[in-house]
């Protein structure tokens, strides 16, 4: 570990930074860890895998060499068995929001949950990018966001009394009907079809709530949004038959669920190209000395988009950031099968 | 065959489909702006097209993993689809789709 900089502030320092807690994040920890360097992993989800857990979680994959068949939470699974030896520290639901250079050569992260990490490397592993609920085509929704359209809920309190708007047919859309419809003043869900893809449970339970009459169903599309400064006073419904009316609302929470956009790595001052980051194919370094990119965020020629090709990056990336985090010390190569030190490490030997 | 695909921007692009391709992907290799985000899986829903002029009626009913992803599209209308679940044959021919709004 270095000496402390004034700038450090209250910050965690770790060898290394891993943005994404992917499959590629996840397995870069293993290559880091064989080498003794100590990582501290940010991701926007909720939980680790990536793409893997939030787009295919059950879906097979079937080139991930030495296991014909896998699911994306059963890899997710078990490259966290493969790593728990080497006790990385996950901030989970945070997005990696700013990094800044130190005095003393070092990067710093900050995350908008306000976590502030230090070390000399810092990882991209993010794949497509940040996770972000996906917005509706609707003109100038973006200036009722966080006034009165949300993509989530934090607190129920804040919609008590609220005339509600939800939109969508998954679980999201579906769970939060039947949470928040004892707090409203009037909750109404729209959807394209009669038809959800949500739980049968949920579903269910929303049918009841429409024939008790504490929620309305219409199959509509929002069109249009009606307020003044951000403060939403009715919206345009669209029925299946095209017809259109108006439909008084406070509170449009609309379900659509995820999608991928790079976000604030875009801002790192790095070099992108097509929001993807050029990389040397020896290290995986970045065009900044000191960060790396492996996985779905980085190009290089012949780049292609597999986990396994992520893999090898993590690997060989990890070689060169040991020779950043640990400069004055000489680095062995060894073998998992016969060296006892990596079996100690392991837990194994 | 040919699939005739309409941009965001109202372009229209005559592109090849190779025979068992997906028109996601012939819409990927001609360069158009589809993200599928997925590759492909039924995941993601990020490569929405509408069907036009008569094409939806003729192909085959989407699958209920389909419909079901389609509720996280965004504008969804009676003839919208997901391109990775749509093959390029013969019976494809002269297709016309127009992508959704991303």
Known sequence: MNDMTPEAGKATETDVIIIGAGPIGLFAVFELGLLDLKCHLVDILDRPGGQCTELYPEKPIYDIPGIP??????????????????????????MAAGLTKLSDGRWKLSTDAGTELIAPVVVIAAGGGSFVPKRPPIPGIEGYESKSVFYAVRKIEEFRGKNILIAGGG??????????APVAEKLTLVHHRDGFRAAQQSVNRMHELVKEGKVVFHVASVKALHGNDGALEAVTLSGADKKEWRHETNAFLPFFGLTIKLGPIGDFGLNLHENLIPVDTAKFESSTPGIFAI??????????????????????????AFRICKPTEKLRFQYTTSSSSLQKKLGVA | MKIIARDRKGREHIIEGNDGWTVMEALRDAGLPITAECGGACAC??????VEDGWYEKLRAPSPEETD?????LAVEPNSRLSCQILCTDQTD????????E
């Not at chain 1, 679980?171 to 928040?180: E, I, P, Q, V």
């Not at chain 1, 292609?304 to 990890?318: T, V």
Request: net charge negative.
């Open chain 1, 295 to 320: 996985g779905d965020i980085n190009t290089y020629p012949g780049k292609l988009k597999l986990i396994l090709s992520g893999f090898h990056e993590a690997a060989l990336m990890a070689q060169a």
């Open chain 2, 69 to 73: 992803m389609l509720d996280m599209a």
């Open chain 1, 171 to 180: 679980d999201s859309a579906l769970d939060w009907t039947l949470n928040l």
């Open chain 1, 69 to 94: 068949i896998v699911t994306g939470q059963e890899l997710t699974d078990r490259l966290l068995e493969q790593i728990k030896p080497f006790h990385a520290q996950f901030h989970f639901s945070e």
């Open chain 2, 45 to 50: 829903a990020t490569c929405h097209v509408y």
């Open chain 2, 94 to 101: 002269g297709i016309k789709v127009t992508l959704a709004l």
